[in-house]
């Protein structure tokens, strides 16, 4: 009896909420694939973006998770790292992986596809070690929209319908072909609260559908002819 090897995969992710602790569980479960590790890994800013990133750590960011937890995830109890050890997944935690330190824990994973969530840029020599490439999770259409806050731009420009993609990166974080990628309507009575919850049973459903499609190779990737899509950061004053 012929024994099918089992896609080894990676977690990258800087980002420790309530949506990864849901993606976590999904995709440990696949059958398809050897899921055996999760690096976290905070990107590092200087100046002014670090008293940005103590406001909204201190202010912003604990009451959208408050929010979140309510509203769009009212099961999840656990974060990243006592999930992980529940599951058997060891957590790695980073502060620089381009370090020759670091760059060589890749390489000693022996990975066949990297799964990178909101890391904004991945650069070589990263991207050139899982054997099949990275993909990362878009909640959006990434061909219109790639800014910081998934459903703002649809709701400000009357969009029919939200989509999430999953799609393969290039070096710095370009975008390059989609893997997989699914919309569902936006209709006059939905709101931000509403839509970030259809991205999110969006998101939830197509990566492990996308890690599938990797592993068996059958399905022709999309090609992403834009560069770019457009960019819809926080509302401002004005916006709102």
Not at 39 to 65: A, D, H, P, S, T
Request: aromatic share 8%; hydrophobic share 40%; proline share 4%.
């Amino acid at each position: 009896m012929t024994t099918v090897k089992k896609l080894k995969i990676a977690l990258l992710t800087n980002r420790n909420d309530h949506l990864i602790a849901e993606i976590i569980p999904r995709i440990k479960e696949m059958s398809e694939i050897s899921f055996k590790d999760i690096i976290y890994c905070k990107e590092k800013r200087g100046g002014l973006f670090v008293l940005m990133e103590w406001v909204n750590q201190v202010f912003i960011k604990k009451i959208r998770n408050f929010l979140e937890k309510i509203i769009l995830y009212p099961k999840v109890e656990e974060d990243l790292f006592t999930l992980s050890s529940r599951l058997g997944i060891s957590a790695h935690q980073l502060n620089n992986i381009y370090s020759q330190k670091n760059i060589d824990f890749f390489r000693s994973l022996n990975l066949d596809l990297l799964i990178v969530h909101e890391i904004k840029t991945l650069k070589k020599p990263i991207l050139d070690i899982p054997f099949l490439g990275s993909i990362k999770l878009h909640q959006g259409e990434i061909q219109k929209y790639c800014g910081d806050t998934p459903g703002f731009g649809e709701l400000w420009n009357n969009e029919e319908q939200i989509g999430a993609t999953v799609h393969f990166i290039r070096d710095m974080g370009g975008a390059c072909d989609i893997v997989i990628q699914k919309f569902l309507p936006i209709f006059e009575y939905d709101n931000l609260t509403s839509v970030k919850a259809k991205i999110s049973e969006l998101s939830l459903e197509i990566l492990p559908e996308a890690i599938k499609q990797v592993a068996c190779q059958r399905k022709q990737r999309i090609p992403q002819f834009s560069k770019t899509g457009n960019r819809h950061p926080a509302p401002t004053l004005y916006r709102r």
